[in-house]
């Protein structure tokens, strides 16, 4: 009988999964006992991550040399449960996180919930400090909030809009239709600004906000594209070539769902402008790319 591939390195995903590696680099994902328990057998293959908790703090894991898991000292899992019972450890798409505006000169920062998506930036931390996770009810995931040690209160759910008050340290939910009413009209109707001592025009980088005409003519005109960030630089493909000391980012132009900066080109120079950033258009038409921290509103 073939020896059964043994785990080298565990993750938690969310609260409630396990990412398991295995020693020929398989990945897999695997639900603990605690949900078998509560007879969420078909978890994964719904990709409910992270729904139900399974305690404060973080899981402490344990391999032994036969490849048996211990979790947090009592949970026993042994080779064949890790490797027959876990499933496909399929990627997910990254969660759409982004700035808007509240008023004519705050900028909040804002996060579409939605349960199935990779966690980054300050929503991830917000879930590794216990500040946010998941709770079912009803078969309906609801995002929860942590308001003090003890109490809890649900904060939204998939399809609404997070809002991170970074004076209050607070989080609060907004319907979509709200946050479109709102928010977007309120970012769109951002146009008086100053950079560099001269009054510009502002359209902030992003695929979700209605472009302006003066930024449809400059995607028109090719002065501006849509691309994707590929490589921090080129060592990290060429590795040992003699571009290891090229450190500018890689960018590949792309029409698709995948592009995740702006550039603008000037002649031979170009400019380039993440999500969050901002387009500008000074009085003699020129076109620039700055942050927030450059400009005055």
């Not at 059964?4 to 390195?9: G, S, W």
């Not at 989080?171 to 100053?194: G, H, L, Q």
Request: aromatic letters at 12%; glycine letters at 6%; charged letters at 30%.
């Amino acid at each position: 009988m073939a020896e059964l591939p043994k785990i080298t390195e565990v993750k938690r995903l969310g609260n409630n999964l396990l990412l398991l590696t295995f020693n020929h680099e398989v990945k897999k994902v695997l639900h603990l006992h605690f949900i078998d328990d509560l007879g969420a057998q078909n978890l994964l293959g719904h990709h409910f991550f992270g729904l139900l908790r399974i305690g404060k703090g973080k899981s402490q894991f344990k391999i032994e040399p036969d490849g048996t898991l211990i979790v947090n000292e009592t949970d026993v899992y042994t080779p064949e449960e890790l490797w027959k019972n876990s499933e496909p450890y399929l990627k997910k798409k990254q969660a759409q996180i982004f700035k808007a505006w509240l008023s004519e000169n705050q900028l909040i920062d804002v996060w579409q919930v939605d349960e199935n998506v990779e966690l980054s930036g300050w929503v991830a931390k917000a879930f590794e400090k216990e500040q946010l996770f998941w709770q079912t009810e009803n078969n309906e995931a609801l995002l929860m909030k942590r308001v003090r040690a003890k109490e809890n209160q649900v904060c939204g759910k998939s399809g609404e809009y997070l809002i991170f008050d970074r004076e209050t340290r607070g989080y609060y939910c907004i319907s979509k239709k709200y946050f479109d009413e709102k928010y977007r009209k309120m970012k769109e109707k951002i146009v008086d600004a100053k950079f560099e001592n001269e009054n510009v025009e502002v359209w902030e980088i992003s695929r979700e906000s209605r472009q302006l005409d003066w930024v449809n003519t400059a995607f028109s005109e090719k002065k501006i594209y849509w691309a994707e960030e590929i490589a921090a630089n080129f060592s990290e493909n060429l590795g040992g070539s003699w571009l290891n000391d090229y450190k500018s980012p890689v960018y590949r132009i792309t029409e698709s769902k995948s592009a995740n900066c702006l550039v603008l080109e000037q002649g031979k120079n170009f400019e380039y402008g993440k999500f969050g950033m901002f387009l500008l258009k000074k009085l003699d038409g020129s076109l620039h790319i700055a942050d927030a921290n450059q400009i005055e509103f």
